[in-house]
Structures are given as structure tokens and as C-alpha cells.
């Protein structure tokens, strides 16, 4: 069986500052991780993924995600906040090739930017 | 390329009604997945349509149905409607079954049972 855990349903920064929203999974094969920003009344838009390529991914807008086995972590990342950051996150993992490929989501980090 | 379209955006149904969400999937994509997404959380796996038959379902009952037409365009069926059945019906789709492959979701459908 997936899942994920999002350590902290709300997070505050300011912009310029860095952004660190967390993830663990678990997964009993090695996994798929992504993740994606919901912007109100919106769905969901890719922002990276991890798929057994290089550990440390690079996404869309400056955003960054760092694989750890070890941790079972993909925490996403980015150097400075912009005040367009301002949205939900959701992590989500896939068991590969099992179950149908489908994703089991976490119950999202609503990212608050101020000025 | 067009992307993936939901209608209707909005809906309100009263409790034991029955409603049909449509999804039209991206071009090239034969894979439709099917998710709910209610207040504050993450979205959850209903099911899947691969080439028109369902490959793979989440923890939802059987009054949740769903179709797949040979456009690979889908329907999300909901029969006896409850009050928690209320939430965001998001619909993606991508190019074959496999979890590496990227998954394009379209705007939702609002469901609201009263």
C-alpha cells in the first residue's frame, strides 16, 4: 500500500524568502513522486516528478524536489518565494507500474506568500 | 492541442438523486482517471479507464460507475447521491497506464448534494 504524510497543512512566508514545503511517503516498490499546485477553482498542474532518474529534480518555476530513500522524503523547495506562489501543493505517489499507476495525494500545504 | 475539459463546472443535486460528470481527455491520451476531491483534501483515486474498460478502482462503492468511449472521452457516474458525496470531481488523463507517465488534470466539476 501508498501514501503520503504533508508535514504542515499551512505555510506562511515572505516573499523572497525560501520555500520548504514537506512530504514522506511509503510505498512498498520503489515509487513515482510528484508534485503538483492547485490554484483556486483550478486543477491540478504537474510541477515535478520523481521517477528513479537523478534524486534531486528540477520543476517548473524555480521549484526543486530532493529524493531520500533513506528519509523516505521528497521535500519540494524553492530559493525564493513570489508573491504568484500563493496556492495549495499536494505530493502524491504511484507504485510504478502496479495498481493501475495510480496516484495515492496527500492532503495538501497551503502556501501563504506576504509582502 | 486542447487539454483536458470537464463539464458541467457546477452542479447541485439533492441526496438520492443521480449524476453524470463528463471528461474529455487531452489528444493522444487512452488513459482516463477519475478523482475526488473533497473540501481540505487531497484528491482520491475512484477509478480507471484504460482503452474503455476500467483497469483499476480506489475505495469508492458501486454506485460510482464510469464509462470510456472509443474517443477515450469518459463519464463518472454517481447513482443515490449522498450529502458526502459533495466535492471537486477531477478528471486527468495521459498516454497509457503506466505511473511514470504524467497525468493532466482538467478544471473539476463542483458537485454540490443538498
Known amino acids: 500500500a501508498q501514501s503520503v504524510t504533508q508535514l504542515g497543512s499551512h505555510v506562511s512566508v515572505s516573499e523572497g524568502a525560501l520555500v520548504l514545503l514537506r512530504c514522506n511517503y511509503s510505498?512498498?516498490?520503489?515509487?513515482?513522486l510528484f508534485w503538483y499546485v492547485q490554484y483556486p477553482n483550478q486543477g491540478l498542474q504537474l510541477l515535478l516528478k520523481?521517477?528513479?532518474?537523478?534524486?534531486l529534480v528540477k520543476g517548473i518555476n524555480g521549484f526543486e524536489a530532493e529524493f531520500k530513500k533513506s528519509e523516505t522524503s521528497f521535500h519540494l523547495t524553492k530559493p525564493s518565494a513570489h508573491m504568484s506562489d500563493a496556492a495549495e501543493y499536494f505530493c502524491?505517489?504511484?507504485?510504478?507500474?502496479?495498481?493501475?499507476?495510480?496516484?495515492?495525494f496527500g492532503d495538501g500545504t497551503t502556501l501563504t506568500v506576504k509582502p | 492541442e486542447t487539454g483536458v475539459t470537464q463539464s458541467p463546472t457546477h452542479l447541485i443535486k439533492t441526496r438520492g438523486q443521480q449524476v453524470t460528470l463528463r471528461c474529455s481527455s487531452q489528444?493522444?491520451?487512452?488513459?482516463v482517471s477519475w478523482y475526488q476531491q473533497a473540501l481540505g483534501q487531497g484528491p482520491q483515486f475512484i477509478f480507471q479507464?484504460?482503452?474503455?474498460?476500467?483497469?483499476g478502482r480506489g475505495n469508492f462503492p458501486p454506485r460510482f460507475s464510469g464509462l470510456q468511449f472509443p474517443n477515450y472521452s469518459s463519464e463518472l457516474n454517481v447513482n443515490a447521491l449522498e450529502l458526502d458525496d459533495s466535492a471537486l470531481y477531477l478528471c486527468?488523463?495521459?498516454?497509457?497506464?503506466?505511473?511514470?507517465?504524467?497525468?493532466?488534470f482538467g478544471p473539476g466539476t463542483r458537485l454540490t448534494v443538498l
Open positions: 486527468a488523463s495521459r498516454v497509457g497506464t503506466s505511473g511514470s507517465n504524467e497525468q493532466f
Open positions: 510505498s512498498s516498490v520503489p515509487p513515482y
Open positions: 520523481y521517477t528513479s532518474a537523478a534524486t
Open positions: 502524491a505517489v504511484s507504485e510504478g507500474d502496479t495498481n493501475a499507476g495510480k496516484s495515492t
Open positions: 489528444s493522444g491520451h487512452n488513459t
Open positions: 479507464y484504460y482503452r474503455e474498460e476500467e483497469n
